[in-house]
């Protein structure tokens, strides 16, 4: 079987990372008892991430450290191990190179963010209308 187009490669591993920073809502404790100011483990979780990713180097090096982010998961807190892969995402340096991203806060939890607003009144799903915008000439 032939390896697979880097392309198609790091569209799989940008997956990978997707699915694995999304988090569910609140009702998981797992999730909900985690705090980077409170919590000093989380560098360690880190230092995993970076340890499998430096025997190897590259995109296989972020594979590997999802591996690890696999294998970690069943057992330590997930906020934590989502806290930790972040910052491994952000420290990184192949991370940036291969062109993989952390998933933005909306991606990653949109049940956290407010509603937008709009003229003023929170925009909850009810139609609301656009201000006029002038279209004098002059």
Do not use: C
Not at 30 to 57: H, I, M, V
Not at 67 to 81: H, I, P, T, V, W
Not at 96 to 104: M, N, Q, V, W, Y
Not at 128 to 137: Q, R, V
């Amino acid at each position: 079987m032939a390896a697979a187009a880097p392309v198609e490669r790091i569209r799989k591993v940008q997956n990978r990372i997707n699915e694995a920073l999304r988090e569910s809502p609140p009702h998981d404790a797992q999730t909900t008892k985690f705090s980077e100011y409170l919590d000093a483990d989380w560098p360690d979780l880190e230092n995993r991430f970076e340890r499998a990713a430096a025997l190897r180097g590259g995109i296989e090096g972020v594979e590997a450290a999802l591996d690890e982010f696999d294998q970690m998961y069943a057992k330590e807190n997930r906020g934590r191990l989502r806290h930790a892969f972040m910052v491994f995402m952000t420290h990184n340096k192949h991370v940036a190179e291969i062109g993989l991203r952390t998933p933005s806060l909306e991606e990653r939890s949109s049940w956290k963010l407010l509603p937008s607003k709009r003229g003023g009144v929170i925009n909850n799903n009810h139609s609301t209308k656009e201000p006029e915008e002038s279209h004098g000439h002059s």
